[in-house]
C-alpha cells in the first residue's frame, strides 16, 4: 500500500511539471517597450558626433582636389561599401572555418529515481531467466572527445569559399563604382558651386539697383511724371529682372549645401570655394575604338560580371559534387563513470561511407540547372557589355557636343560683357536710361551664369567620359588614406587619366 501512495505522489507531481513550466513562460512573456524621447535624444546626439565629430576642420578655401579628398574619406555612403568589403572577408574567414575537420567535446550527467535494472526471459519458454540485475548507477558522468572529417562535406566548402573569394572581388569592383560615381558627383557639385560663389556678389548687387529703380519708377508714376502706360511698363521690366534674379539666387544658394552633403559637411558650416583663375579645356587625346577596349577591360561593371560567371561555374561543380558519395573519418576518446564498466576510458576510430542513391536520378536535372545558370551569366555579362559600349559613345558624344556649347557661351558671355561695359558707361555719363543699364547688367549676368553652367557641364561630361572607360580616380599607389595624402593624389588625377590613356594609346 505505501508503495503504491508513493507512486500516487510521484504521479501527481509529473502532473504539476507542466503546469509550472505554463507559469514560468507566462513570466517570461515580452511586451513592446517603446524608446523614450530621453533615449531618441541621446541616440541623435550621439549619431550627430559619429557623423561629424571626428572630421578635420575647413580652415581653408576648398579646392576641386580638397573635395574629392573630403567625400573620399568622410562620405557615408563611401564609409557603407568600405564596411561592407571588411564584412566580405570576415564572411571569407568563416567559408575558410568551414573546410577544417570538426572537433566536438562534449559532457553530461545524468540522473534517475531508481535503479535502471532489467532481466532476461527464455526465448523458447517464455520465463524468466535471470533475477533482475543493474549494470547502469543511477547517477552517471560521461565525456567524450572526437574528431571527425568528412571529405563530401569539406569538397563542398572548399567551392562555397571559393565563390565567397570571388564575392569579396566583387566587393571591391562596387567600391571602385562607388569612387567612381562620387569623385563625378563632386566634380559636378564643386563647379556649380563655384559658379554660385563668382556670381553671388553680382546678383545682390544688381537686385538692390533694380529694387532702387523700382521705387524711384513707383514714386514717378504717383507724381504723374510720366504716362500710366509707360511708367506701368517701365515697373514691369524692372519687376521681371527681379524675378529672375531671385529664382537664380535661390537656385545658386542650393549649390553650396549639396556639395556640403557630397563630403559630409555638416549643414550649416560655411566654406569658400578657391575659384580658379582660368576654365581649361580638358581634352581626350584617344581614338574611339581604344576607348571601347579600355572600357571593356577597366569596367567595374564588367569585372564584377566576370566574377559572378565564375561563380556560377563554381556551382556547377559544387551541384556535381554534392552528387558523389560521402566519406567520413572519425577519431575519438571516450570517459564514463559508471562503475559497472571494466573500462571506463576507450578510444574508437571509424570510416563511414554514405550515399544517396536517390541523387542518381537527380543528376541530369541538377547538371542542366547549373548549366543555365552559367549560361544566364554569360548572357547578362554580354548584355552588359553591350551597355558599356553604348555608355561610352554617349560619354564621349556628349563630352564633345559640351565642349562646342562652351565655346559658343564663352564667345557669346564676352559679347555681352562688352555690352553691359558700354551701356555701363552711357548711363554714367547720361546718355542712356537707367533700364538700360539695368537690364544689360542682367542679360551680362545671365550669360556668366550660362558659361559657369556650360563649364561645369564639360567638367561633368570629362568626368564622365573618365567613369565611362572604367578610369580609377585614385592612383594604386596612394600613400594613406589622410585627407593631405588622397589631396596629393587627387592633385594629379587629371595627369594620371592621361598617362593612362597614353599607354592604351601605344
Partial sequence: MQVNLHAKRSIGGFQLLPLAMVLILAGCTVKPHPLTVQERQASAAADRVTMFGHQERISAPVTLEDAMARALKYNLDYRVKLMEEAMGQRQLDLSNLDMLPKLVASAGYTSRSNDSASSSENIATGEQSLAPSISTEKRERAMDLSLSWNVLDFGVSYYTAQQQADRVLILEQRKRRVAQQLVQQVRDAWWQAAGAQQLQGRIDTLLQQAQSALADATQVEKLKLRSPLEALTYQRQLLDVIRQMTAIRSALGQAKPRLAAIMNVSPGVDFTIAVPDQMPLPKLNIPLDKMEDMALLNRPEIVEANYTQRISAMETRKAIAKLLPGVEFSVGTQYDSNK???????????????????????????????????????????????????????????????????????????????????????????????????????????????????????????????????????????????????????????????????????
Fill in 340 to 506: 559497472f564498466l571494466t573500462n571506463n576510458t576507450w578510444s574508437n576510430a571509424g570510416l563511414r561511407i554514405s550515399w544517396n542513391l536517390l541523387n542518381l536520378f537527380s543528376a541530369v536535372p541538377i547538371t542542366e540547372a547549373a548549366k543555365a545558370q552559367v549560361d544566364v551569366a554569360e548572357a547578362q555579362r554580354l548584355a552588359l557589355s553591350m551597355a558599356v559600349l553604348s555608355q561610352v559613345h554617349i560619354a564621349y558624344l556628349d563630352f564633345t557636343g559640351k565642349q562646342q556649347q562652351f565655346a559658343l557661351e564663352k564667345q557669346l558671355s564676352q559679347v555681352d560683357q562688352t555690352i553691359y561695359e558700354q551701356t555701363r558707361n552711357a548711363v554714367a555719363s547720361g546718355a542712356s536710361a537707367q533700364l538700360q543699364g539695368i537690364l544689360a547688367d542682367a542679360n551680362a549676368v545671365f550669360s556668366s551664369l550660362r558659361l559657369y553652367q556650360s563649364y561645369g557641364a564639360l567638367q561633368n561630361a570629362y568626368g564622365q567620359m573618365g567613369s565611362s572607360l572604367g578610369l580609377d580616380p585614385l592612383p594604386n599607389n596612394t600613400r594613406g588614406y589622410d585627407l593631405a595624402s588622397l589631396r596629393v593624389a587627387f592633385n594629379g588625377v587629371e595627369s594620371n587619366w592621361q598617362k593612362t590613356i597614353a599607354g592604351e594609346k601605344q
